[in-house]
């Protein structure tokens, strides 16, 4: 929204052309000039700098809901709110399950099974609806190459015998789980921002990051001078990346 | 300004002799002043004063015309704002000692500012007062509408759900004690379906959206002139990454802030704003401040700081310019914000009453 050229805005045509002798193109350029600058660099009145800043401020405002919008559209879509973790005690607590539509972290000391519950959490996500899943593919990116594919099959097999009751039925379910080993903060920072078009083109509904804390301590040594900031950098952006992801597919993050 | 003398509204006696000192334009009149100009005429200060007041009502008369709005400077007598401010409605948060530190509750016109560490109670709070705002006038409340700018994305339809149903069930309770007509007549309207429709909320991914949300909400306003509560939850979200220049920075906040109290003043809404904590780190140890640095602590007129003591969350009065420093305790229950239950058993005068007990054990011990 925020990169969206002034001319897609509804500027006049000589407005965009003058704008962009001072490098202005883009609504957020637009938008960090004070008035005074605005009505030096478009040599128009007070009012009419107004008039124009409220035409580029249409062009990238959110659109407005009310409370009670939001409630019917999630009335609407009740099975789809929740991912049920099947830990009926967890889920009470939850409310529900891990929420659709907003970031969730786990955090604990080594060994207390953070990876089996993201494992288990995978499966989960890949079973039909009507068993309490997501029926979609799963996107699994992993830092710290604990992800064993074998113990994914044998949780399946024998958390849901039923279900995975033939060798085919695994494989497909393995199918739908993708995963990316990236070692590095700038490769998972690159993979997340690349992330969109996956998950429309494979129907994703659960993102799964195991674990962000290792790779940022791994790179970033916090005695050091201005790493602090860079890492913080690093974190909000993929946080704030994850965080449209998560809303605008109304998927678990 | 550049209007000839001869055509202002004055005596003809008046215009005959500023045509005969030289005058030709209304701003040479308004340039000289009233004192320069009865020296230079001949006629008491009074007077002058007088004419450069009429010149000054047709100059802006005109000028008006020609832009299509003016902006009067507002000024007015400290009594007319004590006036004003005693009949200022607050907006309660159904915790009464924090109502009772903040002076009777969010006020209104005023920018209050809440840090916090992440998960004390910053966006409950919020969600809390876009409730507590629409309490029809004859609960004690300021019957308005809210406007919900989130940039963090923590905003719960369900659990807002449950305050406004808490909040509309303690309303019940009251009308039922006190039994008076207009409390029914207002209950009627008191509704989870209304309150929900009342709450504006608006989803801003970047700052750009910020901005442009927050130069869009005079129009907004003006068509929705009921508002009373403007929240913007996470301020500091969208301006702590991707930003290497900090002056531009720190000139878009004050803009903001800048643009936020005209909002509150024309309104007459409070507006609220959430803000996180940062570590400042200092010669030996390091402390949480407040994000964003120095220059935007000036921006709100109070400022909350919620914290943590082991596992009771406290509030802190930190700027206020009518109250002094002080700190409470609060809960979040699944009803929303309230206060702690004080403790059963007090050793003082009251808590005699409460422990009938204790009485005749002392007098034993005296006899």
């Not at chain 2, 039994?179 to 504006?200: C, G, M, P, R, V």
């Amino acid at each position: 929204m925020a990169a969206k050229k002034l001319r897609r805005a509804q500027l006049s045509q000589e407005m965009c052309e003058r704008l962009s002798r001072y490098q202005i193109t883009t609504c957020q350029d637009f938008l960090c000039l004070s008035l005074l600058e605005l009505m030096k660099v478009t040599g128009q009145s007070y009012y009419e700098v107004q008039k124009l800043l409220c035409k580029v401020s249409r062009a990238c405002a959110p659109k407005m809901q009310t409370a009670y919008e939001m409630k019917l559209k999630k009335s609407v879509n009740l099975s789809s709110a929740f991912l049920s973790t099947t830990l009926h005690s967890l889920d009470r607590v939850l409310h529900g399950g891990v929420p659709c539509g907003s970031l969730t972290e786990i955090t604990s000391p080594p060994g207390c099974g953070k990876t089996q519950f993201c494992i288990m959490l995978s499966v989960l996500a890949t079973l039909p609806v009507s068993m309490g899943g997501l029926d979609g593919a799963v996107i699994y990116i992993d830092t710290e190459s604990a992800f064993s594919a074998e113990r994914l099959i044998e949780i399946a097999a024998n958390r849901f015998p039923t279900y995975f009751d033939s060798d085919e039925k695994l494989l497909c379910m393995t199918r739908s789980i993708h995963l990316y080993r990236e070692l590095t903060c700038c490769c998972v920072l690159k993979r997340i921002m690349s992330l969109e078009e996956e998950i429309i083109s494979k129907k994703v509904k659960l993102i799964i990051i195991d674990s962000v804390a290792s790779v940022v301590r791994k790179e970033f040594d916090t005695k050091l001078q201005g790493n602090l900031a860079e890492r913080s950098n690093f974190l909000t952006r993929g946080a704030s990346v994850l965080k449209y992801l998560a809303e605008e597919f109304s998927i678990p993050v | 300004m550049q209007r000839e003398v001869g055509t202002l509204p004055l005596a003809p006696a008046l215009r005959a002799r500023l045509a005969a000192a030289g005058f030709q334009t209304a701003q040479e009149l308004l340039d000289t002043g009233p004192c320069g100009l009865s020296k230079e005429i001949g006629i008491s200060r009074e007077e002058a004063l007088e004419a450069l007041q009429v010149v000054r009502q047709e100059c802006h008369g005109d000028a008006a015309r020609t832009a299509g709005g003016s902006g009067a400077t507002r000024k007015c007598t400290a009594l007319e704002l004590l006036e004003e401010e005693q009949t200022q409605g607050f907006i309660i948060t159904f915790c009464s000692a924090l109502d009772n530190i903040l002076g009777g509750g969010v006020q209104l016109t005023k920018i209050t500012e809440i840090c916090g560490a992440p998960g004390v109670g910053k966006t409950q709070l919020c969600m809390q007062l876009a409730v507590d705002v629409q309490i029809p006038e004859c609960f004690g409340g300021v019957a308005g509408e809210a406007v919900f700018i989130d940039t963090e994305g923590s905003f719960m339809v369900d659990r807002v759900v449950d305050i406004a149903a808490a909040c509309v069930q303690h309303c019940h309770l009251i009308a039922e004690v006190q039994q008076e007509e207009d409390h029914q007549k207002a209950l009627e309207t008191f509704s989870l379906e209304n309150i929900l429709s009342h709450i504006y909320y608006f989803r801003c991914r970047d700052y750009t959206e910020l901005l442009a949300q927050v130069y869009l909400l005079p129009e907004f306003l003006s068509e929705h002139s009921k508002v009373r509560l403007v929240v913007i939850d996470g301020i500091a979200f969208p301006f702590r990454h991707d930003f290497e220049d900090l002056s531009l920075r720190t000139r878009l906040l004050n803009g903001l802030a800048q643009q936020l109290i005209i909002i509150a003043n024309d309104q007459k809404a409070a507006v609220v704003l959430t803000n996180q904590m940062t570590t400042r780190i200092g010669q030996s140890q390091s402390t949480l401040v407040p994000a964003l640095g120095e220059s935007w602590g000036h921006a709100a007129t109070v400022r909350l700081i919620f914290h943590w003591d082991n596992s009771q969350r406290l509030a802190t009065l930190y700027k206020s310019p009518s109250q002094k420093e002080s700190t409470i305790a609060y809960h979040i229950t699944s009803h929303g914000f309230r206060d702690v239950q004080p403790p059963a058993v007090t050793h003082s005068a009251e808590g005699t009453e409460l422990n009938p007990r204790k009485r005749p054990r002392t007098e034993e011990e005296k006899q």
